[in-house]
């Protein structure tokens, strides 16, 4: 599997008959749907390109407004392992942290961010509990770190809320938002 799809529906029922045509239309497997703030069904979808494709024309085809949709392919083994909250181990001396203004978005920065520079992906966090933002959290050297982030910046445009880039971060702060130790 080395495509990932993602849609943002704008609504949970929406997204119910959203996700039943992208699983009906292509062979590819759910990752998850989950309800993020607003009301909004983010929809992970992986497979072959052209099924992933395919399912995200389904997607289209419902007639529904969608918030969001990516096919990143191939997609990073980073952005992989975040989604299923298995992260990166910590690396270098600085923390970014990006916010994007809603989760589909967010998850497209981070994979362009971890194939632009040799950074972790140290925590990705999508809509729930953040009004449907999502933001996530870079670790490596600063230099690294700085091209990652402006790399994420340029790919989200105006949909970047904020980015920091922090060189050599307190321990608390890595540890409260990475849940690790630098």
């Known amino acids: 599997m080395d495509t990932l799809g993602i849609v943002d529906s704008r609504s949970i029922a929406a997204g119910a008959e959203i996700t039943d045509a992208m699983l009906k239309a292509a062979p590819v497997t759910l990752v998850r749907a989950s309800v993020i703030c607003a009301g909004r069904l983010l929809i992970l979808v992986e497979g072959d390109r052209e099924a992933v494709e395919t399912a995200l024309r389904a997607a289209e085809g419902t007639g529904f407004h969608l918030a969001g949709k990516y096919a990143i392919s191939p997609v990073s083994q980073q952005v992989q392992a975040a989604l299923r909250r298995q992260p990166s181990p910590m690396g270098g001396r ?77 321990a608390e702060l890595v540890k409260a938002f990475t849940g690790a130790a630098l």
Do not use: H, W
């Open 94 to 170: 600085a923390m970014a942290v990006i916010e994007c203004r809603n989760a589909a978005d967010g998850i497209m920065a981070a994979d362009t961010a971890v194939k632009k520079a040799d950074v972790s992906l140290m925590r990705l966090v999508m809509g729930q509990g953040i009004g449907g933002k999502s933001y996530f959290v870079l670790t490596g050297d600063v230099a690294a770190v700085r091209e990652a982030a402006q790399a994420a910046a340029d790919a989200l445009g105006k949909s970047l809320q904020q980015m920091v880039v922090i060189p050599q971060p307190d």
